[in-house]
């Protein structure tokens, strides 16, 4: 019973001893207090400030603490890292840790002048705590700490980041404001930015009306996803190891006009009405088309011949159409139409359409013949239906910014001509098919050594160089062969999820042709519609309204998703699209009945 008390009179006297020789120190708890966590915002309250993301958010749920988590997708070439520089001290040993949830999920060390570290798991259903240590070399004082997930997999979740250890040098004082900001292009939707080079500073954040939007490593960035026709107040920070600068003087830049117009309803029903031939859906009267389709497409208008330009609307004749209506009274119809809020476009193309702007010529008869038809019947813009062998690349043209190819580039001048010339009421809208767009995830016109169908994604730099003019882009998902989505898995018609996995690439973006060097950019999500076939009997890929509904939850909502890990939410999703208004009477109005019932 007295051996602690010996102990601990034993432990004393040692420790006085210790204590009275010259020179010698004891590491106390104040001292040790002095590691401490180096991670800045590690737990995502403050957004993502401090990290660098490759396709990052935060989220309100699901948290670990606070009221901040970080979210990312990795995609097919993006394991979506998220990662930060911290200042550290030579040969010192820390310890690196943090909350994950999802699958595939790593955190670690680069640059750590020793062993890089890392850990892992491969599943996490709630959140799981992943610890590692480090030690950093002779010469080390800044390390890199990151998290990141696995190629096309889910979503992943990180919360409370921590490097706990001695802390690095400061470098002293944070930089000087930045100077000689300015607003260089402005589209509807983007600015892009520059200002002076700070002595000292290691990185930029940027500023939009008093919020810090993201950071930059030079002195140039583009500010995106923006409401056009809208003015913003600018301003930038220089950041280095010791904090963060004042803000800069501020400059105002107001976006540009879109090609959408203003009194487009939220949600909007787009249909296409058989106005120039007949079919099993029988014919419908445009003054009979029910008052819930907002877009009416004329279907169709044609070319006299593949490569002429020159484009004509044909109305069904009455020896086919024994219903149809007079001139008068069609155009009595769109003016009724168009007193009601909707709008009535004449559709170019279709399946048996097939227009070729091989040259300037067909070009220019294109842009008189379309505005004649528009003239003629006082209709409120265009549809593009360019299917089959309309469009396809040359086999040099392999940068879809920068088209080379005649019937790309005169297509693409024709329309800038047509919208210019009515101005920003003008609607342009495009229904391509899937092949032309989605499948240039994968492929690119012939590809690098040849040998691939000209016209995958021959659709992409007609809609990239008009996205500032485009008023909808509703792709076709039907008639469609199975095509892969981010997550690098093939998806077929017939359900939700093919659905939300080719409208998540419009609204996410996509690397063409595997290049994350050359990504196509997203659209916003006011310009995107779901095209889907009305009925069994309008086009292969129907499907029931109950995965109608399941779509629009998923992309609107994050609701009922199946599968498909999206890549973010879009409430603002403009609506549905269907071949056809006279399919969708022919079964009773399915389509346009649960369109109705989704959004009222």
């Known amino acids: 019973m007295d051996r602690p008390r010996r102990t601990r009179s034993l432990l004393a006297v040692l420790t006085a001893t210790v204590l009275a020789l010259p020179g010698l120190t004891v590491l106390s708890s104040a001292a040790r207090a002095a590691d401490g966590d180096l991670a800045r915002n590690g737990g995502f309250e403050s957004g993502l400030d401090g990290w660098s993301c490759s396709a990052g958010t935060t989220v309100g749920s699901p948290v670990h603490s606070g009221n901040a988590a970080l979210r990312a997708t990795p995609a097919g070439s993006d394991n979506a890292q998220c990662a930060q520089t911290v200042t550290v001290q030579p040969n010192s040993t820390y310890t690196l840790s943090g909350y994950v949830r999802g699958s595939y999920v790593y955190l670690g060390a680069s640059g750590t002048g020793t062993t890089d570290v890392s850990t892992w798991t491969p599943t996490a259903a709630d959140w799981q705590k992943l610890t590692t240590t480090l030690t950093t070399g002779a010469a080390t004082t800044k390390v890199t700490i990151y998290t990141h997930g696995w190629y096309g997999t889910g979503a992943y979740y990180a919360d409370d980041i921590s490097l706990v250890g001695p802390g690095g040098a400061s470098t002293g004082q944070p930089p000087a ?5 300015t607003a260089g292009a402005v589209t509807s939707s983007s600015v892009t930015l ?26 140039s960035a583009t500010v995106s996803g923006l409401s056009p026709s809208t003015a913003y107040s600018f301003q930038v920070t220089a950041v280095n190891d010791a904090g963060e600068s004042a803000k800069s003087a501020a400059v105002t830049a107001t976006t540009g006009s879109t090609g959408g117009t203003p009194d487009l309803p939220a949600h909007a029903l787009v249909g296409y009405l058989h106005a120039s031939f007949a079919n099993g859906s029988g014919y419908t009267r445009l003054a009979d088309v029910p008052a819930s389709w907002d877009v009416i497409d004329l279907a169709f208008g044609e070319p006299t011949s593949a490569t002429s330009g020159d484009i004509r609307f044909t109305r069904c004749p009455v020896t086919e159409c024994p219903n149809v209506e007079s001139d008068a009274e069609f155009k009595a119809a769109i003016k009724a139409k168009q007193a009601a809020g909707k709008k009535v476009l004449i559709s170019i193309g279709g399946q048996n359409g097939q227009v070729q702007l091989t040259t300037t010529a067909a070009r220019d008869a294109f842009v008189s013949s379309v505005s004649n038809i528009i003239d003629t019947y006082g209709l409120d813009g265009l549809d593009i239906d360019f299917e089959g062998h309309s469009l396809s690349l040359n086999a040099d043209d392999t940068d879809f910014k920068h088209p080379t190819t005649p019937v790309i580039v005169n297509l693409i ?4 001509t047509l919208k210019a010339k009515y101005g920003s009421r003008f609607v342009l809208t495009m229904a391509p098919e899937t092949f032309f767009v989605q499948m240039g995830y994968q492929y690119y016109g012939t590809g690098k050594w040849g040998g691939q169908d000209p016209r995958c994604g021959a659709y992409l730099p007609v809609i990239h160089a008009l996205r500032d003019d485009l008023t909808l882009l509703h792709v076709q998902d039907y008639n469609s062969g199975p095509i892969m989505g981010l997550d690098n898995q093939y998806h077929s018609m017939g359900g939700a999820d093919f659905h939300i996995a080719m409208t998540d690439m419009l609204l996410t973006g996509f690397p ?12 916003r999500p006011d310009q995107v519609a779901i095209g889907m076939p009305a009925s069994t009997n309008a086009g292969n890929g129907y499907v029931a309204p109950a995965e109608v509904v399941k779509t629009l939850d998923c992309l609107t909502r994050e609701a009922n998703c199946g599968s498909y890990p999206t890549h973010g939410t879009w409430p603002a999703l403009r609506g549905l699209m269907t071949w056809s208004i006279n399919w969708d009477r022919y079964s009773n109005g399915e389509f346009q009945k649960t369109f109705d019932g989704y959004f009222g």
């Open 177 to 181: 404001a930045p100077t000689g900001l």
């Open 194 to 219: 520059s200002w002076s080079a700070v002595t000292g500073a290691t990185s930029y954040a940027v500023y939009r009306d008093g919020a810090k939007v993201q950071t930059a490593s030079g002195t």
């Open 413 to 416: 001048s024709a329309l800038k």
């Open 512 to 523: 063409v042709a595997g290049d994350p060097a050359n990504v196509f950019p997203p659209l």
